[in-house]
């Protein structure tokens, strides 16, 4: 499995921006289909975006298109998620996700190694 650290996150005011990172470690990068996902308190997981091992085909969650983007850099074992136009509703600890197959990009049981999350809070 490949090892997966977030960072980036923190605290914003609603309209605000932030770039979260995922470094990865332990296999070769390039080779898995990374994705975003997030968890507010009292809710389930849930998917964020997906982007392919050459980076060229993404997908996203209805909440995130517009305002979100993700991509990545295999020649730095970095995935990243771009986040625009903040809102409260975002607030949750957000998660990087490595899977070695397709598959369905937005099930959770689709990924076969996960990050430790980091928080986002958008302040209203």
């Known amino acids: 499995q490949v090892h997966l650290v977030e960072s980036g996150g923190g605290l914003v005011q609603a309209g605000g921006s932030l770039r979260l990172s995922c470094a990865a470690s332990g296999h070769t990068f390039s080779e898995y289909h990374m994705a975003w996902f997030r968890q507010a308190p009292g809710t389930e997981r849930e998917f964020v975006a997906h982007i392919r091992p050459m980076g060229v085909a993404k997908y996203y969650a209805d909440s995130a298109k517009g305002r979100f983007t993700i991509s990545r850099d295999n020649t730095k074992n970095t995935l990243i998620l771009q986040m625009n136009n903040l809102k409260p509703a975002d607030t949750a600890v957000y998660y990087c996700?490595?899977?070695?197959?397709?598959?369905?990009?937005?099930?959770?049981?689709?990924?076969?190694?996960w990050g430790q999350g980091t928080q986002v809070t958008v302040s209203s």
């Open positions: 996700a490595a899977a070695r197959r397709a598959g369905d990009v937005r099930a959770i049981s689709n990924y076969d190694s």
